[in-house]
C-alpha cells in the first residue's frame, strides 16, 4: 500500500524539469511567488517553526523546505523524484541551509517516525497522488498529538478548471500544460472529510488568489474557489 501511493506519471513530469527548479523565471515561477505567503501563513499559525521540527511532504526541489529552515525550523524534506531531491541538495550548497531531504513517501516514514513532528506540511501535492487520503492520514500518525498539519491544492469546479488549467497553463502559459488534470483536483469538503476520518480538526482555511494584470498572489478567505491553504491539528 505505501509502494501504491505513487503516481509515475506525475514523478516524471517535474523530473523532467527538475534542472530549472530554482529558476525563478522558469514554470516555478508561481511556486517561488506563493512561497513567502505560505511561509507567513504557517509562522502565523504555528507562533513560529524556529527550534521546530518540521516534516515537507513532496518538497520536490526545497522551495518551501529551504525557506521554513531560513527561519530557524529543524527540516526534512521528502519526495518520491530522484531528481527534484538532488537538485534540493545541491541548492543547500548555495543556500546554506541544512535539509534532511530523503527519498520515501509519507505512508513510509509514518511506520518509522511517528508522532515525531511539530509541523508537517503537504502543499500542491495532494493532487499529484493515486490516493490523498493515504498522505492525510500519514500526516496525522506523523505529527506530534500538539502539532499542525497544513494542506494545499486545488477546488474542482468550472472556475479552478477555467483559472488553474485553461488559464494557467494555456493563455498565461505559468505553468506547462499538463502540469494539472481536472479530475485529481480536490473539494474542500472531500479534504476535510478525509482529514476528520483521520483524527484532525480544521482550524483555519484560506483562499489563494492571483491578479493576472498586476501579478500579484495574495491569501483571502473571501473564497476558495480555486487554490486554497488549510491549517489543521490533532482532534
Not at 506547462?176 to 482550524?203: C, V
Request: with cysteine; glycine share 8%.
Amino acid at each position: 500500500m505505501t509502494q501504491a501511493n505513487v503516481d509515475h506519471a506525475e514523478i516524471k513530469k517535474f523530473e523532467a524539469l527538475a534542472e530549472r527548479w530554482w529558476d525563478k523565471t522558469s514554470e516555478f515561477k508561481p511556486l517561488h511567488d506563493i512561497n513567502p505567503l505560505r511561509v507567513d501563513y504557517i509562522e502565523k499559525h504555528t507562533g513560529g517553526v524556529r527550534g521546530k521540527k518540521v516534516l515537507d511532504i513532496g518538497c520536490g526541489g526545497g522551495i518551501l523546505s529551504d525557506a521554513l529552515a531560513q527561519a530557524g525550523a529543524e527540516v526534512m524534506g521528502i519526495d518520491m523524484g530522484e531528481a527534484p531531491l538532488n537538485v534540493a541538495k545541491l541548492h543547500q550548497l548555495d543556500s546554506g541551509q541544512s535539509v534532511d531531504y530523503q527519498q520515501i513517501t509519507a505512508e513510509q516514514l509514518a511506520t518509522t517516525h511517528a508522532g515525531q513532528f511539530d509541523i508537517v506540511t503537504s502543499l500542491e501535492m495532494l493532487e499529484h497522488v493515486p490516493d490523498p487520503s493515504s498522505v492525510i492520514k500519514a500526516c496525522r500518525t506523523l505529527v506530534k498529538p500538539d502539532g499542525h498539519v497544513f494542506f494545499s491544492t486545488i477546488n474542482r469546479n468550472p472556475k479552478s478548471f477555467m483559472f488553474a488549467i485553461v488559464g494557467a497553463e494555456y493563455l498565461l502559459k505559468m505553468l506547462p500544460k499538463g502540469t494539472h488534470e481536472y479530475a485529481k483536483f480536490i473539494r474542500p469538503s472531500e479534504l476535510d472529510r478525509w482529514a476528520r476520518q483521520s483524527g484532525l480538526e480544521l482550524k483555519d482555511m484560506t483562499g489563494m488568489h492571483y491578479n493576472p494584470l498586476t501579478k500579484n498572489y495574495w491569501l483571502s478567505n473571501s473564497n476558495v474557489d480555486v487554490n486554497y491553504l488549510c491549517h489543521y491539528r490533532v482532534a
